[in-house]
């Protein structure tokens, strides 16, 4: 039988709200579930509920919890870059509620996903990532992912030439939005291009911290657990995330590393929200949180 204890963590400067999940027998380590903005502990179709009872029965304790500023904690907002702290109060309440735990996987998704990489290495009670669409847009991201995923597929539909033949096709209105996301995508990329050779040339530690991509980069790279990443077949972050893979050989050969293992699940959108996607979400979280190949 599991537990299910609401909570309140005090911190320094927030007062945080969370569910904390323990089963009878426990097992394994324990899952933290960081909520990605705008949503709350709950989840999108009840996601992280029906993700935290799952991993319960299988006898994994698991803490849900809203940061400051979202769902139930009040607070001033922030964002998923500066979360740190919360997470660090989290983990620090959730030994407190479960006796003897093991450690702790961080399971992200979205902008989660991203927090859970800035955090994986300073702590050495994180054994494990689990991170799901990872949040890496940009505007010219954004505009390229669109240009290839989007209107390339229209492209092929045959619906979309139905209506072109029929004259219902809105060709003024759509010709205008390809060429505004063709502008955006090039002049993005090449102000992207002359930043990353002026960086090349210059001693980011002595002048600004690195932007958050790279700092999800270098918490990947350094980080020494087992990271599952996990991706929808059907979703325009997810498919962002790959392009700028494809476009990295650093990111290519950080995820090529033996600790990580990916998960692809073909036709899900971005929150999982049927049975059958969630299901293998459960499956590999557990797997990996127990270890098992």
Known sequence: MTIEKAITMQGAD??????????????????????GGPQTR??????????ARALADAGIPVMRFDYAGMGDSPGQAKTFEDIDSDIRLALDTFYDEVEH????VLWGLCDAASAALFYGLTDDRVKGLVILNPWVRS???QA??????YYLTRLFDKNLWKKIFRGEFQSGKAIKSFVDLLKSAFAKKQEGTEERREADTTDHSAVCAPGFVERM???????RGRVLLILSGDDLTADEFRDMVKASRDWRNALQSEKVQTLEIKEANHTFSTQAW?????????????GKK
């Open 14 to 35: 927030s007062t945080l709200v969370g569910i904390v999940h323990t089963p009878e027998r426990i097992i394994g380590p324990g899952v933290l579930i960081i909520v």
């Open 42 to 51: 709950v989840g999108s179709h009840r996601q992280f509920v029906l993700l």
């Open 101 to 104: 735990l093991s450690g702790v």
């Open 139 to 141: 505007e010219a991201g």
């Open 144 to 149: 390229r992912a669109y240009l290839k995923h």
């Open 217 to 223: 980069l270098q918490g990947l790279q350094q980080y």
């Open 278 to 290: 969630r299901e293998q979400v459960n499956v590999g979280t557990r797997d990996l949180v127990l």
